[in-house]
Nanobody
């Protein structure tokens, strides 16, 4: 059974930092690209950051320079360090594991709420 369990969300003031973590089980973690997505109320889910199985990273423009995605293949975890948070970053953040196009192996966590407000 595949499980992706997020942690680390919460309420933070603008300019603050949070670190999200996702623990994966039931998959051969090192073969998967891992991503963080977010969905704000009334908006579509969007990709925030992704790290490939080779360690390459990509970010949505709005978080470049503020967020950092990293993975630990020994611990089967992927983290998202979020700095200089803005109210527009408020959303439910979801962890995603994707084996690749055509594999049908795509999994989601349950989500963790991040709220940025003064």
């Amino acid at each position: 059974q595949v499980q992706l369990v997020e942690s680390g969300g919460g309420l933070v003031q603008p300019g603050g930092s949070l670190r999200l973590s996702c623990a994966a089980s039931g998959i051969v973690f090192r073969f998967y690209a891992m991503g963080w997505y977010r969905q704000a109320p009334g908006k579509q889910r969007e990709l925030v950051a992704v790290i490939t199985n080779g360690g390459n990273t990509n970010y949505v423009d709005s978080v470049k320079g503020r967020f950092t995605i990293s993975r630990d293949n020994a611990k089967n975890t992927v983290d998202l360090q979020m700095n200089s948070l803005k109210p527009d970053d408020t959303a439910v953040y979801y962890c995603n594991a994707n084996r690749g196009m055509g594999t049908g192996l795509n999994y989601w966590g349950q989500g963790t709420q991040v709220s940025v407000s003064s």
